[in-house]
């Protein structure tokens, strides 16, 4: 069965500052791998997808993952936090027509 | 012009009623689904539909039906309202339900059950 890990329930950057979030999938076959972006009382928007080709892949509102089989990793990145960034980030392999999602990781922006 | 909407966008109702929330996807996509976010914020699949037709049921209680009448609406019916009901509950809609397509979401609707 597929799942998804994102070690981290929260995290806190200054806002300018650089921000990783960590995912971890499990999945059999070829992964195809999504970030989501869900901000306080909305639904859910895609950030950006991985299916093949390049590993480094870029996304809407400056960023980028990079997707590294060896350690079923599918990392989130921005170069510089925006205070409007603050949100809760939730990873998702799809496999078998069905999204599974990770127990997200809550992004707070400090001044 | 919103994608995809769900009414009412929040109910609260008390145990043992039932309740039914509407989504509409103006996308011209396939397939929706429905999800269940938990007060921990997990995301679960509940449902999905493929052009009118049940693709994926997973292990949900009976008391939640979920209802397509044609392509664009999955509306989903709740009997019996319990207290671990409360959520949000979210509908999606993708292309045509493969898995590499991207699923647009509607806003939710926060159930709370008194």
């Known amino acids: 069965a597929q799942s998804v890990t994102q070690p981290d329930i929260h995290i806190t950057v200054s806002e300018g500052a650089s921000l990783e979030l960590r995912c971890n999938y499990s999945y059999g076959a070829t992964p195809y791998l999504f970030w989501y972006v869900q901000s306080p009382g909305q639904g859910l928007q895609l950030l950006l997808k991985?299916?093949?080709?390049?590993?480094l892949v870029q996304g809407i509102k400056g960023f980028e993952a990079e997707f590294k089989r060896s350690q079923s990793s599918f990392n989130l990145r921005k170069p510089s936090v925006h205070w409007s960034d603050a949100a809760e980030y939730f990873c998702a392999v799809s496999g078998y027509s069905t999204l599974t999602f990770g127990k997200g990781t809550m992004l707070l922006v400090s001044p | 012009d919103t994608a995809v909407s769900q009414t009412p966008k929040y109910l609260v109702t008390q145990m043992g009623n039932d309740k039914s929330i509407k989504c509409e996807q103006n996308?011209?996509?396939?397939?929706m689904y429905w999800y269940k976010q938990d007060s921990k914020k997990f995301l679960k699949i509940m449902f999905s539909y493929n052009n009118k037709e049940l693709i994926i049921n997973e292990t949900v209680p009976n008391r939640f039906s979920p209802k397509s009448p044609d392509k664009a609406h999955l509306n989903l019916h709740i009997n019996s309202l319990e207290l671990g009901d409360s959520a949000v509950y979210f509908c999606?809609?993708?292309?045509?339900?493969?898995?590499?397509?991207?699923?647009?979401f509607g806003p939710g609707t926060r159930l709370t059950v008194l």
């Open positions: 991985y299916f093949s080709g390049d590993t």
């Open positions: 996308l011209g996509h396939d397939t």
């Open positions: 999606a809609s993708s292309y045509q339900g493969t898995s590499t397509d991207t699923q647009y």
